[in-house]
């Protein structure tokens, strides 16, 4: 069993940085490629952004729910920091805690329990549940309601990432079209078509830049986190019940196996 990894099962100093400086990354080229251009102010207009930022953000709250979006934002947040749980250090930890249940029974856990050396919520409320004798199937109920809740918040943040990024693009036409009925009014002005051809142009620019190089690559990353959180979690399920039935690890090796990809399948028993 690998040293570095966490008590959690995670690996240890595993910050993902991937989302962060690909954002970071993607919007700094497009930020490099205007100044190098010349004239970068150029592509800053506050109308444009009233009608693309405010109005996508208004109309995805409408598609939803204000809890839906404060969520969302959390989840975000949760994105760009997120630190990644290694499935094949995860399951080595959870063959460690079986082997020893099944050494020392299932009394043994209330040390380690007790002392905060369990650190996965899920984990510890089913091993508490398991230790304080409570049925197996009712345990795992438990945890499944709680894996199937989770991975329903999941499910709502990328929902909402992704009606958003449908917004921005049809905010960037809408605000294509008024700039156009703008200009068109005003030919008989020349100082007003320079303003009105900005808000034009810049709105969609504003709107592909916002769906395409922020939204949807939020969004498959929290699908992406999401579906190893659902594998942790089917992880935790199969060991808290195989532990709670007092079952061999050597087979619980083969169920946490058969969970996972054949890249990341562990061998705890030799």
């Keep these: 069993m690998s040293e570095d990894r966490d008590d959690r099962g995670g690996v240890g100093n595993a910050f993902d940085p991937a989302t962060l400086l690909g954002l970071v990354g993607a919007l700094g080229l497009v930020a490099a490629a205007l100044y190098l251009g010349g004239a970068p102010q150029a592509f800053l207009d506050v109308p444009s952004m009233l009608i693309v930022f405010g109005g996508t953000s208004m109309l995805t709250m409408a598609s939803f729910t204000v809890t839906d979006m404060g969520v969302t934002v959390a989840a975000i947040l949760r994105t760009v920091s997120y630190q990644r749980r290694d499935p094949s250090a995860t399951a080595l930890e959870l063959l460690r805690i079986a082997d020893g249940a099944r050494r020392g029974g299932l009394l043994s856990l209330q040390a380690p329990l007790s002392r905060g050396e369990i650190a996965d919520p899920m984990l510890q409320k089913g091993l508490t549940m398991v230790v304080d004798g409570l049925k197996v199937e009712d345990v795992e109920d438990v945890i499944r309601r709680e894996l199937g809740a989770m991975l329903g918040r999941h499910r709502k943040s990328a929902s909402v990432l992704r009606r958003a990024a449908e917004i921005a693009p049809a905010m960037g036409l809408i605000g294509t079209l008024i700039g156009l009925v703008q ?20 709105t969609t620019f504003y709107g592909a830049v916002l769906a395409h190089m922020v939204l949807n690559p939020l969004a498959s990353k929290l699908e992406r986190n999401s579906a190893e959180e659902a594998l942790i979690g089917q992880l935790t399920l199969v060991t808290t019940g195989s532990i709670g039935r007092q079952e061999n690890p050597r087979r619980l090796e083969m169920l946490l196996n058969s969970l996972m990809p054949p890249a990341k399948r562990i061998r705890f028993y030799d």
């Design 183 to 202: 200009m068109l009014g005003r030919l008989s002005d020349p100082a007003a078509i320079g303003p009105a051809m900005a808000v034009a142009l810049l």
